[in-house]
């Protein structure tokens, strides 16, 4: 064990290294304003309405929207079906960037 260290300390070292800043990076992209929410088709709903109806409530295209929809919910085709519950990504409402005062009471 001792002989593998000092042959490859370096590259281990660089493989510990570039996992962990990867796993940071990957962490930091998930972590933003996106929120999910779950909701129940409703009859004659289709993943384009749906996209329509909270177009307001998040940073995608509608399409991006439908795709990532998909994706995550396992659908294949774009059919869903009323009483399906499908999770979505929507913007939340953090005000991050309003400075917080403490005030004498």
């Given at each position: 064990m001792k002989k593998i260290w000092q042959n490859n300390s370096y590259t281990i070292l660089l493989?510990?290294?570039s996992l962990i800043v990867?796993?940071?990076?990957?962490?930091?992209l998930k972590s933003g304003n996106e929120d999910y929410i779950t909701i129940t088709v409703q009859s004659?709903?289709?993943l384009w309405k749906i996209?329509?109806?909270f177009s307001n409530n998040?940073?995608?295209t509608n399409?991006?929207?439908v795709v990532w929809v998909?994706?995550?919910?396992?659908?294949?085709?774009?059919?869903?079906y009323a009483g399906d519950e499908l999770i979505i990504p929507i913007r939340t409402q953090h005000?991050?960037?309003t400075p917080q005062y403490a005030s004498i009471d």
């Open positions: 493989i510990a290294t990867s796993l940071v990076f990957a962490s930091g004659g709903e289709s996209a329509d109806d998040h940073n995608l399409h991006e929207f998909e994706k995550e919910n396992g659908i294949t085709g774009g059919k869903i005000n991050d960037d």
